[in-house]
């Protein structure tokens, strides 16, 4: 199975610890994939920290960003819902 989603975090963030919660349960109650990234760590750390570090926790669906601070369930679900571009 493929990731649909992307979650982006960092280590302490609690709306980070929020989110995840979302993205599992939604992803589990779908069938869908998703991947975490700690835009701390690994070789694209900077460049994801310049791009997401004021937004975090921030989901992508099929590549294109979706919410940042906050993921609202229902609106995860309709995202899913359609299809993949």
Do not use: K, N, W
């Not at 004021?54 to 369930?73: C, M």
């Amino acid at each position: 199975m493929s990731a649909r989603v992307t979650l982006y975090t960092r280590p302490g963030c609690h709306l980070c610890e929020d989110a995840r919660a979302v993205v599992q349960s939604v992803c589990t109650e779908l069938g869908e994939g998703y991947v975490e990234v700690d835009i701390t760590a690994g070789p694209e750390a900077e460049a994801l920290t310049r791009r997401y570090g004021e937004e975090i926790p921030v989901t992508l669906v099929d590549g294109r960003q979706h919410d940042f601070f906050a993921v609202d369930p229902d609106r995860l679900r309709a995202a899913l819902g359609r299809r993949r571009r």
